[in-house]
């Protein structure tokens, strides 16, 4: 039966991927292009390679370093396998370990959960103010022939009032979204331990697809020799949708 899941997993990532857009449309596997930075310089840091004795060695270089000079960035580069590696190992211990997944996931859905109550809070200002033109739009009715500036009043608060409607009901559709966007532990646990066995399996462009959809940012920092990892809640779950219907 395991080998039936592996199975299934395995076709729907390579079925999902394979109109994967331009974005990964590398010649060398560059697993994290696009999601690699530079802490040093809060800058991209872009996939590049050498050439010795008919050997390629790739890496990774500090956009602002290739830009203006090696001597501008004290981070410059790193090698690409070696930073792809520890990554995908980040990953892969998060699926092993169930504290290391809650903490990761709390992480992960704090900038959401921020953003959910910004929005909250919006919404309440932006309703107090529809009731305000409301009661100021009544004002004004009573008003209406007495005076031509009275009617380009009502105009003027009409439009504010729409204005105000319009963004209501972007927010509330934000609102929505971010809460559709929120992880369940289990389903999320789930498909990280099948990301695992299946991840091996993948040719490169497969593999970066995942990873794009699992990680917002990668944050390496040269000085120090850290890297900070930032998961995306929204693509960790549709990843875990897609082991799901893998699986079913």
């Given at each position: 039966?395991?080998?039936?899941?592996?199975?299934?997993?395995?076709?729907?990532?390579?079925?999902?991927?394979?109109?994967?857009?331009?974005?990964?449309?590398?010649?060398?596997?560059?697993?994290l292009k696009g999601l690699l930075n530079c802490k040093s310089c809060g800058c991209a840091m872009v996939h590049a390679y050498t050439t010795k004795r008919n050997k390629r060695y790739r890496y990774y270089v500090c956009l602002n370093a290739q830009?203006?000079?090696?001597?501008?960035?004290?981070?410059?580069?790193?090698?690409?396998?070696?930073?792809?590696?520890?990554?995908?190992?980040?990953?892969?211990?998060?699926?092993?370990?169930?504290?290391?997944?809650?903490?990761?996931?709390?992480?992960?859905?704090?900038?959401?959960?921020?953003?959910?109550?910004?929005?909250?809070?919006?919404?309440?200002?932006?309703?107090?103010?529809?009731?305000?033109?409301?009661?100021?739009?009544?004002?004004?009715?009573?008003?209406?022939?007495?005076?031509?500036?009275?009617?380009?009043?009502?105009?003027?608060?009409?439009?504010?009032?729409?204005?105000?409607?319009?963004?209501?009901?972007?927010?509330?559709?934000?609102?929505?979204?971010?809460?559709?966007?929120?992880?369940?532990?289990?389903?999320?646990?789930?498909?990280?331990?099948?990301?695992?066995?299946?991840?091996?399996?993948?040719?490169?462009?497969?593999?970066?697809?995942?990873?794009?959809?699992?990680?917002?940012?990668?944050?390496?920092?040269?000085?120090?020799?850290?890297?900070?990892?930032?998961?995306?809640?929204?693509?960790?779950?549709?990843?875990?949708?897609?082991?799901?219907?893998?699986?079913?």
């Amino acid at each position: 039966m395991e080998g039936e899941i592996f199975r299934r997993v395995k076709e729907t990532l390579k079925h999902n991927g394979a109109t994967g857009g331009a974005s990964l449309r590398n010649r060398y596997g560059a697993l994290l292009k696009g999601l690699l930075n530079c802490k040093s310089c809060g800058c991209a840091m872009v996939h590049a390679y050498t050439t010795k004795r008919n050997k390629r060695y790739r890496y990774y270089v500090c956009l602002n370093a290739q830009r203006r000079g090696w001597h501008t960035c004290p981070t410059k580069s790193v090698p690409a396998q070696e930073i792809e590696k520890f990554v995908v190992d980040q990953v892969r211990c998060i699926g092993r370990d169930p504290s290391l997944l809650g903490e990761t996931l709390k992480k992960a859905g704090e900038l959401g959960r921020k953003r959910i109550q910004e929005l909250k809070a919006e919404k309440k200002a932006l309703d107090r103010e529809l009731r305000r033109h409301d009661r100021e739009l009544r004002d004004l009715a009573g008003k209406l022939g007495t005076r031509i500036r009275v009617t380009d009043q009502v105009a003027d608060l009409q439009e504010r009032i729409r204005a105000t409607e319009q963004r209501s009901t972007q927010v509330r559709e934000e609102l929505i979204a971010l809460g559709r966007e929120m992880v369940d532990e289990r389903e999320v646990a789930r498909a990280l331990a099948l990301f695992d066995p299946v991840w091996d399996s993948l040719v490169p462009r497969e593999q970066a697809r995942v990873l794009r959809l699992l990680i917002q940012r990668v944050d390496y920092d040269g000085v120090e020799g850290t890297v900070s990892v930032t998961f995306h809640p929204a693509g960790i779950k549709a990843l875990a949708q897609e082991l799901e219907e893998g699986d079913s």
